[in-house]
């Protein structure tokens, strides 16, 4: 039996995905729930939470599903104590993925971000556009 793929999703991933049901970003984020474990920290989570939380999402779907995906996230995913802290991208807002993916034992990182892209592969962890990690 096959290991499944332990994988970080960014948050402009997760963001994309629920705004637009038939993106890429929602293929890969489905891909990623049927053959991964998801990771996340406190850090990604508030980070999510907040930005849906955002009055320009009203338009594109109902605070109740927004509420909804963050629950099915938060039971479903594997929450990681950051231990060891990173410091290596150029945008330091988006350590926290690279701490994630590093304490949790990561695969991959799926991500529309240049500046983690530009890090790829880092510490033997795949960063991964939406379209390369279906493509993979």
């Given at each position: 039996m096959r290991n499944l793929?332990?994988?970080?999703?960014d948050t402009n991933v997760f963001v994309s995905a629920i705004v637009l049901?038939?993106?890429?970003p929602r293929?890969?984020?489905?891909?990623a729930l049927d053959h991964g474990v998801l990771l996340v920290s406190e850090a990604t989570m508030?980070?999510?939470a907040e930005v849906l939380s955002r009055p320009k999402?009203?338009?594109y779907v109902s605070t109740k599903d927004r509420a909804l995906f963050l629950g099915r996230l938060g039971s479903t995913a594997e929450f990681v104590p950051i231990i060891h802290l990173v410091r290596e991208c150029r945008d330091p807002k988006d350590d926290k993925f690279l701490e994630v993916a590093l304490n949790g034992r990561a695969d991959v990182i799926i991500?529309?971000?240049?500046d983690l892209l530009a890090l790829h592969p880092w510490r033997r962890i795949a960063i991964l556009s939406p379209t390369d990690y279906i493509k993979r």
């Open positions: 793929d332990r994988i970080v999703v049901p038939l993106s890429i293929q890969a984020v489905d891909k508030n980070e999510l999402f009203d338009h991500t529309g971000d240049a």
